[in-house]
């Protein structure tokens, strides 16, 4: 055959399958990598039409757009809080304050109550969705859902920003490599 008989049968032969790709690194691994970026603490909330709130603390937040006005979070696929959120169509990202360890220890609970029990003994009030803003927050984003994506072993749910607060006098609550931690400002040079 010739180079460019070759090249002609290679063309049409299907293409080889791609390797499966090896990380060299177990899940552990990337859970300690991940643990390395600082991140802020929320609770995401959401209001039903039975009038139960539910809250979940969550770390996967982020902006998406300024113009429409759009952030998004993740939640395990599967779990009530995506289960929650994708039937109430709204949900509120409630940025905790220094102070506010206790709610984001609260709301990771598996045992803490639900139903209409689930906000008894946290200071809130509804939003413009229904949705809780909890009290005493660095801020909160009160959104109805724009979109939702299942990706991997997550739920990603995009809102758009119907109302939001900011309190620019509190220091937010930060998590990273396990634990909680705070901000410190730089030392002077």
Same mark, same amino acid.
């Given at each position: 055959m010739t180079t460019q008989a070759q090249a002609q049968a290679q063309a049409q032969a299907p293409a080889p399958d791609p390797p499966a790709p090896v990380?060299?690194?177990?899940?552990?691994d990337f859970r300690a990598a #991940?643990?390395?970026?600082?991140?802020?603490?929320?609770?995401v909330t959401t209001m039903g039409d039975d009038g139960h709130g539910y809250g979940?603390?969550?770390?996967a937040f982020s902006?998406?757009?300024?113009?429409?006005p759009l952030v998004l979070v993740c939640a395990i696929s599967g779990n009530a809080g995506s289960e929650q959120i994708d039937r109430n169509g709204c949900?509120?990202?409630n940025?905790?304050?220094?102070d506010q360890e206790p709610l984001s220890n609260y709301f990771a609970k598996r045992d803490r109550p639900r139903g209409r029990d689930a906000f008894r003994d946290v200071d809130h009030r509804l939003g413009v969705t229904r949705a809780p803003l909890l009290d005493g927050v660095v801020a909160h984003l009160d959104c109805r859902l724009h979109s939702s994506y299942t990706v991997g072993d997550h739920e990603v749910f995009i809102g758009e920003v119907m109302d #939001?607060?900011?309190?620019a006098e509190a220091e937010p609550l930060l998590f990273a490599q396990g634990g909680y931690?705070?901000?410190?400002?730089?030392?002077?040079?």
């Open positions: 990380t060299g690194f177990s899940g552990r #991940l643990g390395s970026f600082a991140t802020g603490v929320t609770v979940m603390t969550v770390n902006s998406v757009s300024l113009d429409p949900f509120a990202v940025i905790l304050a220094i #939001l607060y900011v309190n931690r705070f901000l410190q400002p730089k030392p002077a040079e």
